[in-house]
């Protein structure tokens, strides 16, 4: 028998191309940034409502331009590239994550798995 497991589905904000805040529904903040419909060139994406960050010893994750296993005190973070892509890097914190060489001036970073 196999049996559907449901996704972890949660609720993020963005702003879009016309300056306005929009809301949508996504199964983690990587598909968020990358399927939000109009998203703004400098927006980030912000989780409203959900917990869709899986915590474990060792998470697999695959994202847009990365697939790996993240393990012990490092997690995934994605941020806008000088290329304007959504891009991650495993790093041990958000300030490490910032240190990224080719991270768009303006871009954050956002936690993608752990």
Same mark, same amino acid.
């Given at each position: 028998?196999?049996?559907?497991?449901?996704?972890?589905?949660?609720?993020?904000?963005?702003?879009?191309?016309?300056?306005?805040?929009?809301?949508?529904?996504?199964?983690? &903040?990587?598909?968020?940034? $990358?399927?939000?419909?109009?998203?703004?060139?400098?927006?980030? %994406?912000?989780? =409203?409502?959900? @917990? +869709?960050?899986?915590?474990?010893?060792?998470?697999?994750?695959?994202?847009?331009?990365?697939?790996?296993?993240? &393990?012990?005190?490092?997690? $995934?973070?994605?941020?806008?590239?000088?290329?304007?892509?959504? %891009?991650?890097? =495993?790093?041990? @914190? +958000?300030?490490?994550?910032?240190?990224?060489?080719?991270?768009?001036?303006?871009?954050?970073?956002?936690?993608?798995?752990?």
């Amino acid at each position: 028998m196999v049996m559907a497991v449901p996704a972890l589905a949660a609720t993020y904000q963005y702003v879009d191309t016309s300056g306005s805040l929009r809301t949508m529904t996504a199964d983690n &903040s990587a598909q968020a940034l $990358a399927t939000a419909p109009n998203i703004a060139v400098h927006s980030g %994406v912000m989780l =409203v409502t959900g @917990s +869709p960050i899986v915590t474990n010893t060792t998470t697999t994750y695959t994202g847009t331009t990365y697939t790996g296993t993240v &393990s012990g005190d490092n997690e $995934a973070y994605g941020y806008i590239n000088t290329s304007g892509n959504f %891009v991650t890097v =495993v790093a041990k @914190s +958000p300030a490490e994550a910032m240190l990224a060489s080719d991270k768009a001036t303006h871009s954050g970073v956002i936690l993608v798995a752990r």
